[in-house]
C-alpha cells in the first residue's frame, strides 16, 4: 500500500508540474499573443503614417515639377522676347551702319573692338551688306580685320555644314 501511496503522490506530483507547466505555457502563449498583436498595431500604424509621408511628398514633388515647368515656359517666352528684341537692334544697328561712310563705321568698330566688344562688332557686321563689309574691312586696323574675317570665316565654316 505504501507502494500504491507513493505512486499516486509521484503522479499527482507530476501532474500538478504538468498542469503547472502547462499554465505557464498558456500564459506565455497569451503574452506572445499580445506582444504580437502591439506589434502588429505599432506596424499597422507606421505603415499608414509612412504612405500619410509618401503620399505628401509626392503632392509636394508633383507641385515643384508642375513650377518647375512654368518657369521653363516663362523663360523659355522671356528668351524668344529677348530674342525680338536683339535681332530687332540688330537690324536697326545695320541699317544705321548701312547708311554711315565705311571710314566713320571702321573708326567706330576699331574703338569697340579695343574696348574688348568684337563680338557686338561681329553680330552687326553679319547684318551688313557684303559691299558694305568689303568697304569697312579697308578701313579697320590690320589686327581688327584680320579677327574678323577669322570670325566671319569660322561662322561660315559652321553654318554651311549640313
Not at 499608414?48 to 518647375?68: F, G, P
Not at 569697340?112 to 569697312?136: A, P, S
Request: with cysteine; aromatic share 8%.
Amino acid at each position: 500500500m505504501a507502494k500504491i501511496f507513493f505512486i499516486s503522490c509521484f503522479f499527482t506530483i507530476l501532474l500538478f508540474g504538468a498542469e503547472q507547466n502547462s499554465s505557464n505555457f498558456i500564459k506565455q502563449k497569451i503574452e506572445i499573443r499580445e506582444l504580437k498583436k502591439e506589434l502588429n498595431d505599432f506596424y499597422n500604424k507606421k505603415e499608414t503614417e509612412y504612405k500619410q509621408r509618401k503620399k505628401e511628398l509626392e503632392d509636394l514633388l508633383s507641385k515643384i515639377e508642375k513650377e518647375k515647368q512654368e518657369i521653363k515656359k516663362i523663360k523659355d517666352d522671356n528668351q524668344v522676347i529677348l530674342q525680338d528684341i536683339k535681332g530687332e537692334v540688330q537690324s536697326k544697328t545695320a541699317k544705321i551702319y548701312n547708311n554711315m561712310k565705311p571710314k566713320v563705321s571702321a573708326e567706330i568698330f576699331n574703338k569697340m573692338i579695343d574696348e574688348g566688344n568684337i563680338q557686338d562688332v561681329f553680330d552687326i557686321i553679319l547684318k551688313l551688306k557684303e559691299k558694305k563689309v568689303t568697304l569697312i574691312m579697308k578701313f579697320l586696323s590690320v589686327k581688327n580685320a584680320s579677327q574678323l574675317t577669322l570670325m566671319i570665316k569660322d561662322y561660315t565654316k559652321n553654318n554651311t555644314k549640313g
